[in-house]
């Protein structure tokens, strides 16, 4: 495992000047002032969900909408470039990143915490821990940063890493191989470059994997895509399902829905047998309510995509 100054470390360190977006392709829909968005940003929304009072949406990008004039909202602008998966955010000034860096991964709630350090390979997926005294677990794979991991380390390791598809798996290969996790993926997901998954699951049907953890397959957006149920709280839901800021409301899309539609439809009135106050997806917002008023929400979801079809 890498030390805290092992030369991956500095390496680890050097890479976010190097990373940083090029200020002479900075998109001209930016704030004057010292951040900006260059051409290289994929439009993977974690700079809005991280520091929605500094960067806001425009079509096929994020922008600057507002330079930070606070030190918290400079503390969450920087938590957005260091989480960038493609180095899209540059600043004019020089910013000491440790602290911020420091902030990952970042307790939500609980013992749930927000990796950050999005990966370009899984499209700036967002990825979580778990922390249990069972062992903890990785939902999706975040990019294997050595500070990141040094975190984790610093919290228990990690025992399961809990692949929802495989579009976000990332570095799970990296992660596999630093921590000796096992990793958990639907059988239906399998190909010949990853067969060697140390659990792979079958079937429809949820599977219990300790008393506290649920998988639940939710055929659609892939054919093996699952989501992962915990405490009757927590629903990591991958690509299958997130909260719209501009609805308000839950959301899926037919438009990034790569296997079936109507299948994706079936699999998420399954998910109304189970409470949750979080939906903590891969791509799109996170969001937390009452049981009661996600269950609402994700019947008004359901009614809604029901009409699309």
């Known amino acids: ?17 190097i990373a940083m977006a090029n200020p002479s392709k900075r998109w001209p829909e930016n704030t004057t002032g010292d951040f900006f968005v260059d051409r290289s940003c994929i439009d993977c929304d974690q700079c809005r969900e991280i520091a ?10 994020a922008r600057v909408q507002r330079q930070p004039d606070s030190a918290q909202l400079l503390s969450r602008a920087l938590m957005a470039l260091v989480t960038c998966p493609v180095g899209a955010i540059g600043t004019k000034a020089k910013h000491d990143l440790n602290t911020v860096v420091d902030n990952f991964p970042e307790q939500l709630d609980d013992n749930v915490f927000f990796c950050g350090f999005a990966s370009k390979n899984s499209f700036g997926a967002s990825s979580y821990l778990i922390v249990r005294p069972e062992g903890n677990v990785l939902m999706d794979s975040p990019r294997f940063a050595a500070r990141l991991v040094r975190k984790i380390e610093q919290l228990g390791g990690v025992r399961w890493m809990f692949l929802s598809h495989v579009d976000d798996m990332a570095d799970q290969t990296k992660f596999r191989r630093h921590f000796q996790c096992e990793r958990i993926i639907h059988r239906d997901e399998v190909s010949s470059s990853i067969q060697d ?3 792979q699951l079958a079937g429809t049907d949820p599977i219990r ?3 506290d953890l649920l998988a639940i397959p939710t055929v659609g957006h892939t054919l093996g895509h699952m ?9 990591f839901t ?24 109507k299948q994706q439809i079936e699999s998420m ?15 799109g917002h996170r969001h937390h309510l009452s049981a009661k008023n996600m269950r609402e929400h994700l019947a008004k979801c359901i009614s809604w995509m029901r009409q699309t079809v």
């Open 209 to 211: 994997l300790a008393s």
């Open 52 to 61: 929605p009072g500094t960067f806001d949406d425009c079509p096929g990008h």
């Open 269 to 283: 009135e399954r998910l109304l047998d189970y409470p949750f106050e979080w939906v903590l997806p891969g791509h």
């Open 227 to 235: 989501v992962l149920h915990y405490k009757n709280r927590f629903l």
């Open 1 to 17: 495992m890498a030390s805290a100054d092992s030369p991956v470390e500095m390496r680890a360190m050097r890479a976010y000047s």
């Open 238 to 261: 991958g690509d299958h399902l997130w909260w719209s800021p501009e609805k308000q409301t839950l959301r899926a899309s037919s438009r990034y829905c790569w296997y079936s539609w």
């Open 197 to 199: 998954i140390e659990m």
